[in-house]
């Protein structure tokens, strides 16, 4: 085997090892990408709407980012454990390692890491994916680990998770995670028609937007919480050890989150109800940009508020100057020559 630098020469050597999901990654660099963008003009705005400006760009982002990294992260059910246990099968040679589950709306994601990393002659580092979203086949990628000949405790964990199961952990999971994308999906849509209604004079739709964004989190939490706690009792025991399945980040950052956005949401209509011109200076759109237009949120649409002019929202005087032309034209009729009557 020293030919082959202490490798068994039917398997391919261990794979290089991204240190976060690579579709994470994506979306992290994305949105980081944006937040740099901003803050390079930031210099060119003037005044205290600089602030204001800055801070609703970075929470604008960060919701953003989070619904839409929460939705492909496998973090939402974790469990993690250190046992002595079998290395392969049929085979009485025991292992200590630290064995990870993490199971996301997409698939189940297990992590075998050797304490120490080499045992055996081998390096102990195993970190497999088995998916269900997009049409995968959950029972094709378990049957492709058998042909690889991973480890036992790898195998033991992803056959738990198997259509075949007696545990019911498949179809429960993949309901869950499928309803709770749905909602995630939705909410995602509605923190871009948030960021639309908050950028044109429509504050109020802006913060019902915001709120329905927490809404739907809060419900794709309840969708999974509802879908796994209905999973009867399935113990995973490695060698004398038992692994729990407790929440996971993913979870508690969604319901932070969630929660977050049904506050902004809530404290944009009791500010539009109590101090409109506030809010509008916070969100700068104060009319000093054009004194001569009002908004009424009571006559436009969604999209296609009315503005109406200050002469036109103040009918009284109107009718003062109308009053005063009427009294005009009666003096002159009835003293014709007397070119002070109207005084």
């Given at each position: 085997?020293?030919?082959?630098g202490h490798?068994?020469?039917?398997y391919?050597?261990?794979?290089?090892?991204?240190?976060?999901?690579?579709?994470?990654?994506?979306i992290?660099?994305?949105f980081?990408?944006?937040l740099?963008?901003?803050?390079?003009?930031?210099?060119g705005?003037r005044?205290?709407?600089r602030?204001?400006?800055?801070?609703r760009v970075v929470?604008?982002?960060?919701?953003g980012?989070?619904?839409?990294?929460?939705?492909?992260s496998s973090?939402w059910?974790?469990?993690?454990i250190?046992?002595?246990?079998?290395?392969k099968?049929?085979s009485?040679?025991?292992?200590?390692?630290h064995?990870g589950?993490?199971?996301?709306?997409?698939?189940?994601?297990i992590?075998?890491?050797?304490?120490?990393?080499?045992?055996?002659?081998?390096t102990i580092?195993?970190n497999?994916?088995?998916?269900?979203?997009?049409?995968?086949?959950?029972e094709?990628?378990?049957?492709r680990?058998?042909g690889?000949?991973?480890?036992d405790?790898?195998?033991?964990?992803?056959?738990?998770?198997?259509?075949?199961?007696?545990?019911?952990?498949?179809?429960s999971?993949?309901l869950?995670g499928?309803?709770?994308?749905?909602?995630?999906?939705?909410?995602?849509?509605?923190w871009?028609?948030?960021?639309?209604m908050l950028?044109?004079?429509?504050?109020?739709?802006?913060?019902?937007?915001?709120?329905?964004?927490?809404v739907?989190q809060?419900?794709?939490?309840?969708?999974?919480s509802?879908?796994?706690s209905?999973i009867?009792p399935?113990?995973l025991?490695l060698?004398t050890?038992?692994?729990h399945?407790?929440?996971?980040?993913?979870f508690?950052i969604?319901?932070a989150t969630?929660?977050?956005?049904?506050l902004?949401?809530?404290?944009?209509?009791?500010?539009?109800?109590?101090?409109?011109?506030?809010?509008k200076?916070f969100f700068?759109q104060?009319a000093?940009?054009?004194?001569m237009l009002?908004?009424s949120?009571?006559?436009?649409?969604?999209l296609?508020?009315?503005?109406?002019s200050?002469?036109?929202?103040?009918?009284?005087?109107?009718?003062?100057?109308?009053?005063?032309?009427?009294s005009?034209?009666?003096?002159?009729e009835?003293?014709?020559g007397?070119?002070?009557?109207?005084?």
């Open positions: 085997m020293a030919a082959f490798t068994f020469p039917f391919t050597g261990p794979k290089p090892t991204f240190p976060m999901d690579s579709t994470l990654a994506v992290i660099t994305i980081l990408t944006a740099l963008t901003f803050i390079i003009i930031l210099p705005i005044g205290k709407t602030l204001f400006w800055l801070l929470t604008s982002l960060f919701i980012a989070v619904v839409l990294a929460v939705n492909f973090e059910s974790v469990g993690q250190s046992a002595n246990t079998t290395y099968a049929f009485s040679q025991r292992i200590h390692a064995v589950l993490q199971v996301g709306l997409g698939g189940v994601n992590t075998l890491t050797g304490t120490p990393v080499r045992q055996l002659n081998e580092n195993y497999e994916e088995f998916t269900w979203h997009l049409g995968q086949n959950y094709e990628a378990y049957t680990a058998l690889k000949g991973l480890p405790p790898v195998l033991y964990l992803a056959e738990k998770f198997t259509p075949q199961s007696p545990c019911g952990l498949h179809h999971y993949r869950a499928h309803y709770a994308s749905a909602m995630l999906w939705v909410a995602f849509l509605c871009l028609l948030t960021n639309v950028s044109m004079p429509v504050l109020v739709y802006g913060g019902h937007m915001l709120l329905a964004t927490g739907f809060l419900l794709a939490l309840l969708l999974f509802s879908a796994t209905l009867p399935c113990p025991r060698g050890a038992e692994l399945m407790h929440r996971g980040p993913a508690w969604t319901l969630g929660l977050l956005c049904v902004l949401g809530l404290a944009m209509a009791v500010a539009h109800r109590l101090q409109p011109h506030r809010l200076a700068n104060s000093q940009e054009d004194p009002e908004w949120p009571e006559e436009g649409g969604l296609n508020p009315r503005y109406r200050t002469a036109e929202a103040s009918p009284e005087r109107q009718d003062i100057a109308l009053s005063e032309a009427c005009e034209i009666c003096c002159e009835e003293c014709p007397e070119p002070d009557c109207a005084l």
